[in-house]
């Protein structure tokens, strides 16, 4: 082990030259690996070659004389040598002879082939194929090679081994020990010169001894250092304990003193503080120290919080004690506070000079607190609220002036006496008794109670009582606060009546419904019977609105109400939910669903009956029906309110959808369509976000098949839906307003698509048509809307159609006249689509400016065989060359359809006969290629 100590050196230098050795070794015995197995090789070859060159000319002559023993003999001398392992002659399209060298298994490394020629060398007539095979000349160079790998190997371990003792005697020993005398050293107080022993050697010195004269240089003028440091300490450590004694005597002095205290030098530097001090300021002396006194003392003006004039400042000017008032607020690092009453002092030597100063200050904001509290307290009694103050036994010692106004008692009146002469008698002893036992157990008390002014007149206060205890926590006095709540008890009941009651029928609103509603479902968990909601909706109520008014509308909702509340059982409730919108909430009907919804029904037939007798209104009788829906809730089935609400509400539509003056329950299939429409509407909102729709184009043609136009069709392109059908979503689009973006969307698009056809001479001619809903009509800015899209895609308005239906022409007709007037005054055409099946007034349709009638294609469809629709259809066509405009039939299939609207004067279609709508790509095909 001491072997190793001493020659981590050598052994590193041995390492190094050993791995910079091999290193080097294994890429010359990798290259001379590579050249020797060349050369062998290269020399095999030359062989080989010399020995088919040497036997060519025989092993012709034995092939032109078909001499097979001749040829195997040749051929037998040649497979003796390292390489050639098999040598074959092959003639006449086959081998001739083939002689493989014996035992040999091996791979083949080459074969290569030489013409065999006629002994008159005209002519060819085989040749000789030789297998070489490199195995055995391979063996024989890594065997020489590996004897001179292992002698090299020895050559350098030999060399390595020669330098680690030359560097281990040498050079590491005497560095070994060099190391362990300076580490000896460096760990001793004692210090004395280095040696090492070495052999005597002749005049020249080496970099160790160079070393060890440097280090002995070193430690002698650290010894001089160390002699020069220990008087200095010596002396040093004297001054610090007289120091410190005169410290701790200055320490125990500020200590004792109950004030805080803070010195400064002349230059208005800290340079002393008490405990008292730190806490106030919240500074510590460490981090106060030498920093100036205002940063740390920072003092304003109570009243003005102006900054204070630094004290060091004014006693360095006046040369004696100055004082400061007590509104002085000294501002505390933590954002504290403290009134303080303070003074200055300077600090002089023998001579009379100043120093420093010496500040001392006192907390005084309890003293001031106290003085601030009695001025509040006196103004807090005559405050707005009545006031009484009672010793422990509850007798009045003092009331102030809001007492007087609000009882009518004066104070001579009540002082002397306990608070039982206000007594109103609504209240028992009882409550009295739990109020005495509050105040004794907590020392307050608050609630409303009534009491009895002067005159007699019982009425509501809000009373807080706060019992005051001494230092001992025994009650001293009660004080007494109480305010007149009348006026807030009466505004609360009206407040609560329009919160929760219907103010034209009386009824309970939705939100009182709802909260009994909820009552009920919580209720119901306890137990196994049912209860029942009616959604009762008048029929026509907007008609009657429209033709009499709403006040006539007003007296009929009265009037319902009280028939609906004559239906029902005591404990039942009737509601308006608005405007003719009622429910009627049934509770305790029997466990068993089949017999409670027998007990729903048996009321909702009462309520229709109560609809046969006619209603008197300002204007006579009015007969009115009604359309209930009923849904069963309860019987220990968890829910929310909202559910039960929603389900009879469903259910009332199916009424109306059946007839209405009839009655309905609710249906699962119900509620599966309506959570289908809400899950279609939102992805139809992200629809709309995320532009999923696209646009295909159905051919309008005259004639045998020329395409004059397109009708635009929406198409929804549902990331999982696939493609949805515009009759599934766009019914729920008109119902939830979304048909306003999706028909602006489609508008925009048919406008660009039409620009860019502009531009195009093949289809420049073609019109579109793009339906317009009743909802996106009737905006007020649709015209604007229009005519801006039409600007800003720079659409041709002359090829722009807006089809509308029927059932549009039913509200304010005169102003679709006007809008359709400004946009045709533009060139924008209007087409009227489904003529025929629904309002076909003939007084607005003359009136209005259409270029084109549509026949729907119901009428189209069987217009063959149905008399009917023949008659229709002709009517149509006959209608519109009266009136000037064009005439179109959509839906057509068959060319028998085709042949006989053109025989009635029809000769523009639209259906499947011709095309299917199209793509934007398909359709511009389609078009340039009729």
């Not at 005495?436 to 009491?451: P, R, T, V, Y």
């Not at 023949?870 to 009136?883: G, N, Q």
């Amino acid at each position: 082990m001491g072997f190793l100590r001493y020659s981590v050196l050598a052994v590193r230098v041995l390492v190094w030259v050993l791995l910079a050795s091999l290193a080097v070794f294994a890429l010359t015995s990798t290259f001379g690996i590579a050249y020797e197995r060349n050369n062998a090789l290269r020399h095999a070859h030359a062989d080989v070659q010399n020995a088919v060159e040497q036997s060519l000319s025989a092993i012709a002559m034995s092939l032109w004389q078909y001499d097979v023993s001749g040829l195997n003999a040749l051929l037998s001398g040649m497979v003796h040598s390292d390489v050639v392992v098999r040598v074959e002659v092959l003639g006449l399209g086959k081998t001739v002879a083939d002689v493989r060298q014996p035992g040999f298994s091996g791979p083949i490394d080459r074969v290569w082939s030489l013409p065999v020629l006629a002994p008159d060398k005209k002519a060819t007539i085989g040749s000789l194929r030789i297998s070489e095979s490199y195995a055995e000349v391979n063996a024989k160079a890594a065997e020489t090679l590996t004897t001179l790998i292992l002698i090299d190997l020895v050559k350098i371990v030999g060399l390595a081994l020669v330098l680690f003792t030359i560097v281990y005697r040498q050079v590491a020993r005497h560095l070994h020990q060099l190391a362990m005398e300076v580490t000896r050293l460096g760990s001793s107080d004692t210090v004395a010169a280095l040696s090492v022993a070495r052999k005597k050697r002749g005049n020249y010195r080496d970099e160790i001894d160079i070393l060890v004269d440097a280090l002995n240089r070193f430690l002698t003028e650290r010894n001089e250092e160390m002699r020069r440091r220990s008087a200095a300490d010596k002396q040093r450590r004297l001054a610090e304990q007289a120091l410190v004694q005169s410290e701790e005597n200055l320490a125990i002095t500020l200590h004792s003193i109950g004030d805080a205290v803070i010195a400064t030098d002349r230059a208005g530097r800290v340079t002393r503080m008490n405990p008292t001090a730190e806490r106030l300021s919240g500074w510590t002396l460490g981090e106060a120290l030498g920093r100036p006194l205002p940063e740390v003392f920072a003092i304003v003006n109570a009243s003005t919080r102006e900054v204070v004039v630094d004290p060091v400042q004014r006693v360095i000017e006046h040369g004696q004690v100055v004082g400061l008032a007590n509104h002085t607020v000294l501002l505390a690092r933590d954002g504290q506070e403290y009134k303080i009453s303070d003074s200055a002092a300077p600090i002089c030597q023998a001579d009379g000079s100043i120093v420093g100063v010496v500040l001392v200050f006192s907390d005084v904001t309890e003293k001031y607190q106290a003085q601030e509290e009695l001025r509040i307290a006196a103004c807090a009694f005559e405050s707005q609220q009545g006031m009484f103050i009672t010793n422990a036994e509850r007798v009045i010692l003092r009331v102030n002036q809001a007492f007087i106004q609000i009882t009518g008692f004066g104070a001579e009146e009540v002082v002397g006496k306990t608070p039982r002469l206000f007594r109103s008698g609504r209240h028992d002893e009882r409550f009295y008794a739990l109020m005495s036992q509050a105040l004794d157990k907590e020392g307050a008390w608050a609630g409303e109670i009534w009491n009895r002014r002067k005159s007699g007149e019982v009425y509501p206060q809000w009373l807080s009582i706060s019992a005051s205890k001494d230092n001992a926590g025994a009650t001293t006095h009660f004080v007494a606060i109480f305010s007149d709540i009348s006026e807030r008890l009466n505004a609360q009941a009206q407040i609560d009546r329009l919160a929760f009651y219907d103010p034209l029928t009386q009824l309970p609103n939705r939100r009182l419904l709802l909260d009994r509603l909820a009552q009920s479902l919580h209720i119901s968990t306890r137990h196994t019977r049912k209860n029942a909601l009616l959604f009762v909706d008048l029929d026509n109520f907007r008609t009657l609105n429209d033709t009499l008014g709403h006040h006539q509308g007003d007296l009929l909702l009265m009037q319902v109400a009280q028939r609906l509340k004559a239906c029902l059982r005591d404990g039942d409730t009737v509601a308006r939910l608005g405007s003719d919108e009622f429910v009627v909430m049934l509770e305790n009907l029997s466990e068993d669903e089949l017999e409670a919804a027998t007990q729903a029904e048996t009321v909702g037939d009462n309520v229709l009956q109560a609809f046969h007798r006619d209603f008197t209104l300002d204007h006579g009788v009015y007969h009115a029906t009604s359309s209930i829906g009923i849904t069963l809730f309860g019987g220990g089935i968890l829910e929310n309110s909202e559910q039960p609400l929603k389900r009879a509400e469903l259910a009332m539509f199916q009424a109306k959808a059946a007839g209405r003056n009839t009655l309905r329950f609710f249906e699962t299939q119900m509620q599966a369509d309506v959570s289908a429409n809400a899950s279609m509407e939102a992805d139809l909102r992200e629809a709309i976000t995320k532009q999923q729709f696209l646009l295909h184009f159905q051919p309008q043609v005259v004639g045998t098949g020329r395409i004059t136009g397109v009708e635009v069709l929406l198409r929804w392109q549902h990331p999982d839906r696939g493609m949805v059908s515009p009759g599934e979503f766009i019914p729920l689009a008109e119902k939830c307003g979304l048909i306003l973006p999706i028909g602006q969307w489609v508008l925009q698009a048919a406008c660009t698509q039409l620009a860019a056809w502009a531009m195009q001479p093949d289809l420049a001619h073609l019109s579109m048509a793009v339906n317009v809903s009743a909802r996106q009509f009737k905006q007020a800015d649709f015209v604007d809307s229009v005519l801006a899209t039409l600007a800003q895609t720079r659409a041709p308005a002359k090829l722009l159609k807006l089809e509308l239906t029927e059932s549009m022409l039913v509200d304010d007709v005169e102003a679709i006249i006007a809008k359709m007037g400004a946009l045709k005054a533009r060139g924008v055409s209007f087409s009227l689509d489904d003529f025929g099946t629904g309002y076909s007034s003939l007084s607005y349709l003359k009136r209005l400016p259409l270029d084109q009638l549509k026949i729907d294609q119901g009428f189209v469809k069987n217009i063959v065989s149905d008399p009917n629709d023949a008659a229709i259809a002709k009517m149509v066509v006959v209608l519109a060359e009266s009136m000037g405009l064009s005439v179109i039939a959509e839906g057509v299939e068959l060319q028998a359809q085709a042949e006989f609207l053109a025989h009635q004067g029809c000769h523009a279609y639209q259906g499947y006969l011709f095309s299917r709508p199209l793509p934007l790509d398909a359709l511009e095909s389609l078009a340039r290629s009729v």
